[in-house]
């Protein structure tokens, strides 16, 4: 199949009216009790929001921004950590027609610099003193940044005693103006491929991503009686797929939360107290709950049981999938009652660790491997894997409640059409798709062709609209033999190994396929625990012997997908993972290719040696 259309929902309007900040004075006068957010006041404690509460920070702070000088078309930064303070920032800049740059809290001194100066920004907000100092190293090549406030100085109360005097009439009159070609943010792709690029994205590009995911899927993540709606998000707001979820929240009055730390302590804290009924995830998340589940499990010795409960939540999930295509009858008896018997003995205890409310997840941002979405689903947790970009708002593909393929990233959204293209590229076209890069329209021209966005990634559709990813145009590897290879779907496999943190393909010009590969600390030290060894230092580490075994079944594992010729020959494990302080990913942890192969020079050479 080369192109699918998923007709536009009847009760999600095409023609969208005023802006987004709109929402939260509508919620405040029509139900202003109502629970709209919550705010973690101490660790483990949170405090809950209501849509009048909410409304009348909103509109203090507004005020205090026009009071310093912000009108419509203003640029605003946020450089921030995922928090109650981005979103209340975000509404009272839309309040005024103000467009957003967010900006990712890792980033560098210079990467801050590129963003500012290119989006022409005239104030920023910094979480703390160090994104302040990263701001101030460059701040004398910024001549139009005129106003700096930082969170944890009390931004947000500074702003509100400054707004306390001006008249309610000027702001209302600023939020008026605003509509659904209104320019709301500039967010800035990754750059794994070159120097970033600010999407520019409107009012109507939110709104409309963000309603029709709403009425879409909002059976998937419906509460049980007695519970309310409710995510907590942790996923940088820096990125389209948190923003765009924050954006459905609150529109759709889903009780959100923020938490601003991802190690696994606080993250696990924090989804125990705050117990989310839909979880927002990247599939690195999933694959670290799995993975710290296998090792508390083999700790406990109960590994052989923990494998045969992953097998039957595969296959239960599998058997769901045949009997909602209409190619299975759905679980056996004796395959249902094997899952009761590990829900109680192994998904129950894992469930838990996600706050135990949650029945869903929307998992984006990068590719999902079957087996990982297939397990949590068999486990309860039914995840729903969707496809998009910064220049598409968030989702422009996803799988269907009740109709989940796992491995694919679902038909087109309503109102969405996908084509391929005659060399395999993924085309999209909807309301949700981009004005285009700020001032680069060399750059818009290339991948706008009358209202479809050429997107760079390869792809295929299946007979019912299912689109399945298969890499990167830019990534494509051509060996000196002439045999083209996508790498992502052998790095993937690679990946999916415990023990694998990274894996790089390499092998453009070269007469085979090779990969550099990195270690995951904790993951390692378990195995080395296990097997009552000493961790031997990284250097001699990394030439074990068992656990180049270990890490070369995850190699010929993952050849099993590719022909002969595409097939990784030949690995090198690697001392220390790439990271994005060392330039080698990007701010969303995308990998810099060109950066690291130039990095490993010495290691990639070494992979061809006769």
């Not at 949590?376 to 708002?393: D, H, R």
């Not at 890069?437 to 290339?446: F, M, P, R, S």
């Amino acid at each position: 199949m080369r192109e699918f259309t998923s007709p536009p929902l009847s009760h999600v309007p095409q023609s969208l009216a005023g802006g987004l900040a709109d929402t939260v004075y509508e919620h405040a006068r029509l139900d202003p009790r109502r629970v709209v957010l919550a705010r973690e006041v101490a660790p483990g404690v949170w405090r809950d929001v209501t849509a009048a509460e909410f409304r009348d920070e909103v509109w203090a702070l507004a005020k205090g921004l026009f009071a310093q000088g912000v009108r419509a078309g203003s640029r605003v930064a946020i450089m921030s950590r995922t928090r109650y303070e981005w979103t209340l920032f975000d509404f009272a800049l839309w309040s005024l027609g103000a467009e957003v740059v967010p900006v990712y809290p890792t980033s560098s001194a210079e990467q801050v610099l590129w963003v500012l100066h290119e989006a022409q920004v005239s104030a920023a907000v910094v979480e703390h003193e160090d994104h302040a100092m990263t701001v101030a190293t460059v701040i004398d090549r910024l001549p139009g940044l005129r106003r700096l406030w930082q969170l944890d100085a009390g931004a947000q109360w500074e702003l509100t005693e400054a707004g306390r005097h001006v008249e309610e009439e000027l702001v209302h009159r600023e939020r008026g103006r605003v509509g659904p070609g209104s320019v709301a943010t500039v967010v800035y792709t990754s750059g794994a491929t070159g120097r970033p690029r600010g999407c520019v994205l409107t009012h109507g590009n939110l709104m409309f991503e963000a309603d029709t995911l709403y009425h879409r899927w909002r059976d998937a993540f419906r509460p049980r009686r007695g519970e309310t709606a409710s995510t907590l998000l942790f996923l940088p707001l820096a990125h389209v797929f948190a923003r765009t979820a924050q954006v459905a929240a609150v529109r759709w009055k889903l009780r959100l939360g923020h938490q601003p730390e991802l190690t696994a302590t606080a993250l696990e804290a924090g989804l125990g107290t705050f117990r989310p009924t839909l979880l927002l995830v990247v599939p690195h998340l999933l694959e670290r709950v799995l993975d710290a589940a296998r090792r508390q499990a083999e700790r406990e010795g109960r590994g052989s049981v923990f494998e045969k409960a992953v097998e039957t939540a595969v296959q239960y999930a599998e058997a769901l999938e045949d009997r909602a295509f209409g190619t299975g009858p759905g679980p056996s008896a004796t395959l249902r009652a094997r899952h009761r018997m590990y829900d109680r003995l192994v998904y129950a205890r894992l469930r838990r660790t996600l706050g135990d409310r949650a029945r869903c997840a929307m998992s984006g941002g990068s590719p999902m491997g079957r087996a990982l979405g297939l397990f949590f689903t068999g486990a309860g947790i039914a995840v729903y894997e969707g496809y998009g970009l910064t220049e598409t708002a968030g989702a422009a593909t996803g799988n269907q409640f009740g109709r989940v393929r796992c491995g694919t990233v679902g038909p087109p959204i309503p109102g969405t059409s996908v084509h391929i293209a005659a060399d395999g590229e993924v085309w999209l076209h909807g309301p949700h798709v981009f004005a285009g890069y700020l001032d680069d329209a060399k750059a818009t021209d290339a991948v706008l062709h009358e209202g479809w966005l050429a997107t760079g990634d390869l792809g295929v559709l299946d007979v019912e609209g299912h689109l399945t990813i298969t890499g990167r145009k830019k990534d494509l590897l051509v060996t000196s033999g002439g045999t083209s290879v996508s790498p992502a779907r052998l790095e993937e496999r690679v990946r999916s190994h415990p023990l694998v943190a990274q894996c790089l393909v390499v092998g453009n010009d070269r007469p085979y396929v090779a990969a550099l590969i990195t270690l995951d600390a904790e993951a390692v030290a378990h195995w080395l625990h296990m097997r009552g060894q000493e961790a031997p230092g990284v250097a001699r580490l990394v030439r074990d012997p068992e656990l180049e075994a270990e890490v070369r079944r995850a190699v010929v594992t993952a050849n099993t997908v590719v022909s002969r010729a595409e097939s990784i020959r030949t690995f090198r494990i690697l001392a220390h993972r790439f990271t994005e302080e060392h330039g080698l990913l990007t701010p969303s942890g995308k990998l810099r290719r060109e950066e690291i192969e130039r990095t490993y020079a010495t290691e990639v050479a070494a992979l061809y040696r006769v």
